[in-house]
């Protein structure tokens, strides 16, 4: 009997939280490789070694299963908070970073995902929330910390300039479906962001 016919039992028992992070690993892996016309219940079970009831005790439809996914995807994600002494140095690293790992998600949200738009009328913005959760952002954290050390200014910090360094990375990502190049990204920092959020230095006018 094979797994595919959703009556095998695995030979590993796994069960509880263990069962359902393999499932949903194994529906991410399977999400990023082979798009949503390929996402299946029986695929997903026969990737997770297990059968289609199980899943089904879990996740009513395919598209709840989708979402659950691109929330553990999401979840998996490097959120730690680089220190590299400065507001520059931090905002390269997290956004090289960024780029690397969100290539991944995006080449899927961008690539893969057009038949699940059409079948349930949502959204990349949908997805992308689902991906992020309600988690603080690290680079609130990034920009924070600069604010305590006297290297930005929190007046001069709206959330729509916090995330434009992101936002324009992501957008280069879409554009090309590859990480973003270093210079690039230093770009972004030093022309665009790092002026945006520095304290303004005051002159006084000589008599």
């Not at 030979?11 to 999400?31: N, P, Q, S, V």
């Not at 959204?123 to 689902?130: I, Y």
């Not at 990502?173 to 210079?183: A, C, G, R």
Request: charged share 25%.
């Amino acid at each position: 009997m094979s797994l595919n016919d959703g009556d095998s039992i695995p030979a590993t028992r796994r069960r509880g939280a263990d069962l359902e992070e393999a499932i949903l690993k194994a529906a991410w892996e399977l999400l990023v490789a082979d798009g949503y016309p390929n996402f299946t219940f029986e695929s997903v079970a026969a990737r997770a070694q297990t059968s289609r009831p199980v899943l089904y005790r879990r996740w009513k439809t395919k598209d709840d299963l989708l979402l659950a996914a691109v929330r553990y995807g999401g979840g998996a994600m490097d959120r730690t908070v680089p220190d590299t002494g400065s507001l520059r140095g931090d905002v390269i690293a997290l956004l090289t970073r960024f780029s690397g790992a969100r290539a991944e998600f995006i080449a899927v949200l961008v690539g893969q995902l057009g038949a699940f738009y059409s079948a349930t009328g949502s959204s990349p913005a949908a997805v992308r929330k689902a991906f992020i959760g309600d988690r603080p952002t690290v680079m609130q954290a990034v920009i924070e910390r600069a604010i305590a050390r006297g290297e930005a200014d929190a007046g001069r910090i709206s959330p729509r300039i916090a995330e434009l360094p992101a936002d324009l990375v992501r957008q280069r990502i879409m554009m090309t479906l590859k990480p973003v190049p270093k210079s690039e990204i230093e770009g972004i920092v030093d022309e665009i962001f790092l002026p945006l959020v520095r304290p303004e230095r005051s002159t006084t006018l000589k008599p």
